[in-house]
């Protein structure tokens, strides 16, 4: 396997329970650098647990999870922190300080993990709000923004660190059908023009089919992966019904 074909994150066979209820079973999957990599399925399938397993905020019950080459689940604490570094996390709720205005939010991160002196932070903050299209924003407060500035600004700061990888939960929950497609835009530039490599958990079917290179379905009742390629391709070839009912939108039967 050529460098370029080694993947960026690697999931070999977890499991994760809570209390006594059993959420993913026997996961694996692999993605590779550069590629926008969508997890989807319905509401309770594991899709946050998922992604939780992936950034290290939940150590699943069995398994292993790699970034970067490192096994965030038996490594010492500087290598765990220098895979950490190597990504941004932007979590449903957007997870803003309100009592901090955009500028400090975003240079959160810089001053909490660099030595980089505040005027030089001050022309990277600029920098990644002109990123997602907020400059002039700087001194407003979260509340004083609409949902889809929230969202901007929560990425803005998850790449303040110029992460390689950019871990996005729900990025269009709750949001209008147009503020929701320039998101998308927006993950799909920063995509080009930096090769960031992206893994996102939607259940939005429309911008699924926009911006993913690859997909993973979750089935509730499964515990696991039902469908996992480019999502075209798996729509126009699904032959199991619960993947048929996903991307038609169909309730279960009896539901």
């Known amino acids: 396997m050529s460098a370029s074909e080694r993947p960026v994150i690697d999931i070999q066979g977890i499991s994760a329970y809570y209390r006594d209820h059993r ?7 692999r993605v590779f650098r550069g590629e926008i990599f969508v997890v989807v399925g319905e509401s309770g ?4 647990t998922l992604l939780k397993c992936m950034t290290g905020l939940y150590r699943p019950d069995q398994g292993r999870v790699f970034i970067q080459d490192t096994d965030l689940l038996s490594a010492e604490e500087e290598a765990l922190l220098r895979a ?4 941004g996390v932007l979590f449903q709720s957007g997870a803003l300080i309100g009592s901090m205005t ?10 909490e993990h660099t030595d980089i002196d505040a005027d030089f932070i001050d022309e990277i903050v600029k920098m990644k709000l002109r990123l997602v299209n907020l400059s002039g924003y700087e001194d ?3 509340s004083e923004l609409s949902g889809g500035m929230k969202k901007r600004a929560g990425i803005a700061r998850a790449m303040a660190l110029d992460p390689q990888i950019l871990f996005l939960d729900e990025l269009s929950a709750g949001l209008d059908p147009v503020t929701s497609a320039g998101l998308d835009q927006l993950v799909k530039d920063i995509n080009a023009g930096m090769g960031t490599t992206m893994v996102i958990v939607s259940h939005e ?5 926009t911006i993913a290179d690859r997909i993973i379905l979750l089935d509730k009742k499964a515990r696991g992966i039902i469908a996992e390629g480019n ?6 070839n699904a032959s199991d019904p619960r993947v048929i009912r996903f991307f038609n939108r169909m309730p279960p039967k009896g539901s």
Do not use: Y
């Open 84 to 87: 950490k570094r190597s990504f």
């Open 231 to 236: 999502p075209r391709e798996i729509r126009e």
């Open 102 to 111: 955009l500028a400090e939010n975003v240079a959160l991160p810089l001053l």
């Open 45 to 48: 399938c594991g899709k946050s």
């Open 140 to 142: 407003s407060f979260p």
């Open 205 to 209: 079917l429309s911008s699924i089919m």
């Open 23 to 29: 959420v993913l079973e026997d996961i694996s999957l």
